[in-house]
Every structure is written in C-alpha cells, then in structure tokens.
C-alpha cells in the first residue's frame, strides 16, 4: 500500500511569495498517476494538477507541479490571497486511491 | 454545469446503519466513474470507495465488508450504504467524479454531507 507523506505540515509565507510543497510516496510510482488539490476552510477540494504536471481545466499557470518516482512538488510561483489554504497530494494505483495528510499554507 | 448534491447524512448510532445518496446534474452520469471520499474534521482525505462505469466496485480495507457504492444511471444517482457503523466513521462524505482520462485523479465534488456515529 502506497502511503504519501506531505512536508512541511504548515507553509507560513507572505502573499507575492514562492511556495514549494512536497509529497513523499512510500515507493515509487508513476508520475501519470499523481494529482494535487487545494481546500479552502469550508470548502470541497479543487483539482489542481494531474498527471503530475498538467494544470486542470481554469487553473491559473502561478500553479506547477512536478517530480517523478518518490517525489514530487507543487510550486505556487508567487502567492496570491486566494492561495492561502490546504493542498493535499493523490495518487491512484492498482484500484486504491490515496491521499497524502495535506500542507497548510498560511499567511505570514 | 456538473453538480454533485448529496444527501442522507445524519447521527447514528455505533452498529448502525445509513445510506448515502448523489445527485448529479450536468454530465452524462453513466460516462464516469464515481467515488466517495471521506474528511474527519480538520483531517486530511480518505478514499471510501469507488464504481466503475460497468459497475465495477472498489474499496479500501477500512470500509470493505461494510459498505456499499451503487448507481442507478437512469436516476443519475450514487449511493453509499453504510453498515456497521463505527465512532472512527465519523465524518464528511463527499460525493466526488473521476475525472476522464486524468490518471486518477478526481475532477468535482459535492459540498458533503456530514454523518456523526455516536451513542
């Protein structure tokens, strides 16, 4: 069973700021197979990245994803107010979908 | 404009049961798989299970035994039942939609519904 381990656990950065998130697999999977997700307090998630790398369908280019194997990054290139929030990692595998225990990205 | 509503949550009692139930508009239901996914308050997210456009079900060890994802595609509707229930079942049950050809990945979600095991 594939387990994902997200770092830091709290991100506190100041708007306009860079962000870089980390999500760790137990071993190594296919990057195909990797998504992201922003939740905002009271909210459901919204699919960032999938595939590892590709930005789902309206999310603004600031959002990047990348990695391979057993790690993997979600960069904000330079942090909006809207940005604060919690981003959690997914990876999808042999008919079991994982998630990773999230990053706070808070405001400085 | 896909919407997924669900329906169904509640308290209950340890041992119990309850069904959940989605409402999806704006898609053509029967082209997607389904999934329920789960969220302890102020926790991260938990996969509960899945159903393939055949019918195909899956689910993690947690839940396997005791619930139960179906869909009626003429109502385009998902459901959960839930049995035996337990305190650590506690949580937020969201509705969610695998997104086509992504991987895995999951593409909208409802809002939740909120199911409390509790005596």
């Known amino acids: 069973e594939i387990v994902l381990t997200q770092s830091p656990g709290t991100l506190s950065l100041s708007p306009g700021e860079r962000a870089t998130l980390s999500c760790r697999a137990s071993?190594?999977?296919?990057?195909?197979?990797l998504a992201w997700y922003q939740q905002k307090p009271g909210q459901a998630p919204r699919l960032l990245i999938y595939?590892?790398?590709s930005r789902a369908t309206g999310i603004p280019d600031r959002f990047s994803g990348s990695g391979s194997g057993t790690e993997f990054t979600l960069t904000i290139s330079g942090l909006e107010p809207e940005d604060f929030a919690v981003y959690s990692c997914?990876?999808?595998?042999?008919?079991?979908?994982?998630f990773g225990q999230g990053t706070k990205v808070e405001i400085k | 404009e896909v919407q997924l509503v669900e329906s169904g949550g509640g308290l209950v009692q340890p041992g119990g049961s309850l069904r959940l139930s989605c409402a999806a508009s704006g898609f053509t239901f029967s082209s997607y798989d389904m999934h329920w996914v789960r969220q302890v308050t102020g926790k991260g997210l938990e996969w509960v299970s899945a159903i393939g456009t055949a019918g195909d079900t899956f689910y993690p060890g947690s839940v396997k035994g005791r619930f139960t994802i179906s869909r009626e595609n003429a109502k385009n509707s998902l459901h959960l039942q839930m049995n035996s229930l337990r305190a650590g079942d506690t949580a937020v049950y969201y509705c969610t939609r695998g997104a086509y050809d992504s991987g895995g990945a999951i593409d909208y979600w409802g809002q939740g519904t909120l199911v409390t095991v509790s005596s």
């Open positions: 997914q990876h999808y595998g042999s008919s079991r979908w994982t």
């Open positions: 071993q190594s999977v296919s990057s195909s197979y």
């Open positions: 595939g590892a790398s």
